[in-house]
Nanobody
């Protein structure tokens, strides 16, 4: 299963930027598809973005053109650069990993992933 540890959350104003990081250990990182999800109280965890083993990416419509996912295999870290933040982006953000042979973005459901971080809070004030 390994361990995933997110960081980089905080309180910002609308229009600001944040970069989240997720360090992965105990897994063969280069073979993982990685993703970011987010969750607000009382709502289901929702997909934000995923990056494949080859670095191909896919985004939820609500964050496309504002957020960028990337990975550094040498550092075993996945990032989420969030620009032009909006109050509706406020949530706990989770990273997730899944071993796969696929090199294209494919996994966008919570149930696709078995390894999760503990989450980092992002709060965007208006």
């Amino acid at each position: 299963q390994g361990q995933l540890l997110e960081s980089g959350g905080g309180v910002v104003q609308a229009g600001d930027s944040l970069r989240l990081s997720c360090v992965v250990s105990g897994r063969t990182f280069s073979r993982d598809a990685l993703a970011w999800f987010r969750q607000t109280p009382g709502k289901e965890r929702e997909f934000v973005s995923t990056i494949s083993r080859s670095g191909s990416t896919y985004y939820a419509a609500s964050v496309k053109d504002r957020f960028t996912i990337s990975r550094d295999n040498g550092k075993k870290t996945v990032y989420l650069q969030m620009n032009s933040l909006k109050p509706e982006d406020t949530a706990v953000y989770y990273c997730a990993a899944k071993g796969t042979i696929l090199t294209v973005p494919h996994y966008v459901k919570v149930d696709d992933y078995s390894s999760w971080g503990q989450g980092t809070q992002v709060t965007v004030s208006s």
